[in-house]
């Protein structure tokens, strides 16, 4: 790393690979310039289609809502630290939250992008024809007649303690990642503590704690000059439950306070992205009694007692929100796949191509000279 650099190289960018030694490759640019660069800092040919793949899907989901950073954020290929970091997000900019996911904290199953070299076969021991065999085993003696006598605990033995049990694993340390997508199209894994919902803070100060995962507008109210919008938002407390949130609330703005108040909340459910606004069908306000009429609104999904999956329809009435119905739901495929990556051979690795004449004149050089120390220090032991 202290190594003066050779080129800069962006993202995207095709290397062709030429050697390695420990954790470092050395590449070859389109320039023609070669280099050394860590192996953590490459994606092959496969990983840049997934991110592609990634990015088609992502500009086709629904954002749950628009975030900032604290500080400059690294995105990642992949939700884990240890996966290639392509772009940084700058402090204070915007970008929208799509998804998340929890991984737990070691470095993703990935196939290396050069492939291990073969181990040598051992060699085959010549067996010894001269070499005596083992004598047999002699055969185990007769159980005594009285041998399930023998066998029934005592009262000392009942009366001993039993082993204390052995002490349970730790639990496996997890991260909450956030897939975000940049006002430019850009889709990337960042950490979901490092980031910010960008509701106003006069709604984020009801949080309690809780970390806000979703968040809408559901329409505005004018209050003289200003206008005021309605605010859904979905939390979870601490932990990493297998859900998304466990509660949802409807923020309105009071014309007669001047401040938001709760206009509908419920809690303790297991809710799933993604959260969808729409214009729903409500009979109950209708203009004529059992005409439906189209209001905006939103639907969550949610598992029932039963276990089922349902998504729940809610329409806003004003300042009254309203059930509006159900129906089944069915949750999109996960955005990843942790399972998937452990497959063997999902990812080819990349061979590495016959080295330069000149390089292998050096290597076999520096060879011969290692060999010839160690045998004049030999020697001279002797």
């Given at each position: 790393?202290?190594?003066?650099?050779?080129?800069?190289?962006?993202?995207?960018?095709?290397?062709?690979?030429?050697?390695?030694?420990?954790?470092?490759?050395?590449?070859?640019?389109?320039?023609?310039?070669?280099?050394?660069?860590?192996?953590?800092?490459?994606?092959?040919?496969?990983?840049?289609?997934?991110?592609?793949?990634?990015?088609?899907?992502?500009?086709?989901?629904?954002?749950?809502?628009?975030?900032?950073?604290?500080?400059?954020?690294?995105?990642?290929?992949?939700?884990?630290?240890?996966?290639?970091?392509f772009m940084q997000v700058k402090a204070k900019e915007k970008f929208a939250v799509l998804a998340h996911v929890v991984t737990p904290r070691t470095d993703l199953p990935h196939p290396p992008l050069v492939p291990p070299a073969p181990k040598k076969a051992p060699p085959v021991k010549k067996e010894d024809t001269a070499k005596i065999g083992m004598p047999p085993m002699p055969k185990a003696p007769p159980l005594p007649q009285n041998w399930q006598e023998l066998s029934r605990p005592t009262m000392e033995d009942e009366g001993t303690p039993s082993e204390e049990p052995e002490p349970a694993a730790p639990p496996a340390v997890e991260d909450d990642w956030s897939l975000i997508r940049t006002a430019g199209?850009?889709?990337?894994?960042?950490?979901?503590?490092?980031?910010?919902?960008?509701?106003?803070?006069?709604?984020?100060?009801?949080?309690?704690?809780?970390?806000?995962?979703?968040?809408?507008?559901?329409?505005?109210?004018?209050?003289?000059?200003?206008?005021?919008?309605?605010?859904?938002?979905?939390?979870?407390?601490?932990?990493?439950?297998?859900?998304?949130?466990?509660?949802?609330?409807?923020?309105?703005?009071?014309?007669?306070?001047?401040?938001?108040?709760?206009?509908?909340?419920?809690?303790?459910?297991?809710?799933?992205?993604?959260?969808?606004?729409?214009?729903?069908?409500?009979?109950?306000?209708?203009?004529?009694?059992?005409?439906?009429?189209?209001?905006?609104?939103?639907?969550?999904?949610?598992?029932?007692?039963?276990?089922?999956?349902?998504?729940?329809?809610?329409?806003?009435?004003?300042?009254?929100?309203?059930?509006?119905?159900?129906?089944?739901?069915?949750?999109?495929?996960?955005?990843?796949?942790?399972?998937?990556?452990?497959?063997?051979?999902?990812?080819?690795?990349?061979?590495?191509?016959?080295?330069?004449?000149?390089?292998?004149?050096?290597?076999?050089?520096?060879?011969?000279?290692?060999?010839?120390?160690?045998?004049?220090?030999?020697?001279?032991?002797?």
């Amino acid at each position: 790393m202290q190594s003066p650099t050779a080129a800069t190289v962006k993202h995207g960018d095709r290397l062709e690979i030429l050697q390695q030694r420990r954790v470092f490759l050395r590449v070859r640019a389109a320039s023609g310039v070669e280099g050394w660069t860590s192996a953590s800092q490459l994606m092959s040919a496969a990983d840049m289609a997934e991110m592609k793949r990634l990015a088609e899907r992502a500009a086709k989901m629904p954002a749950q809502g628009e975030a900032t950073a604290y500080d400059s954020l690294n995105v990642h290929s992949q939700p884990s630290s240890h996966s290639p970091s392509f772009m940084q997000v700058k402090a204070k900019e915007k970008f929208a939250v799509l998804a998340h996911v929890v991984t737990p904290r070691t470095d993703l199953p990935h196939p290396p992008l050069v492939p291990p070299a073969p181990k040598k076969a051992p060699p085959v021991k010549k067996e010894d024809t001269a070499k005596i065999g083992m004598p047999p085993m002699p055969k185990a003696p007769p159980l005594p007649q009285n041998w399930q006598e023998l066998s029934r605990p005592t009262m000392e033995d009942e009366g001993t303690p039993s082993e204390e049990p052995e002490p349970a694993a730790p639990p496996a340390v997890e991260d909450d990642w956030s897939l975000i997508r940049t006002a430019g199209g850009q889709t990337g894994w960042a950490l979901t503590r490092r980031l910010s919902m960008a509701i106003p803070d006069e709604v984020a100060q009801y949080a309690e704690g809780r970390r806000i995962v979703t968040y809408f507008s559901l329409g505005e109210i004018e209050d003289g000059d200003a206008k005021k919008d309605v605010w859904l938002w979905t939390t979870v407390g601490d932990g990493h439950p297998p859900y998304d949130f466990d509660s949802f609330r409807v923020f309105i703005w009071s014309l007669h306070r001047h401040r938001y108040e709760t206009a509908y909340i419920e809690r303790n459910i297991q809710g799933f992205e993604p959260v969808l606004l729409d214009r729903i069908d409500y009979a109950g306000a209708g203009r004529t009694k059992g005409e439906p009429v189209k209001y905006p609104g939103f639907s969550i999904c949610l598992r029932k007692k039963d276990g089922t999956l349902a998504r729940r329809e809610y329409v806003l009435l004003t300042n009254i929100v309203r059930f509006a119905g159900e129906r089944s739901c069915e949750l999109p495929p996960p955005v990843f796949n942790l399972a998937a990556l452990a497959k063997p051979g999902s990812q080819p690795p990349v061979n590495l191509p016959p080295a330069a004449p000149e390089q292998a004149a050096q290597e076999h050089g520096f060879v011969q000279k290692l060999k010839g120390k160690l045998s004049r220090l030999l020697h001279r032991n002797k």
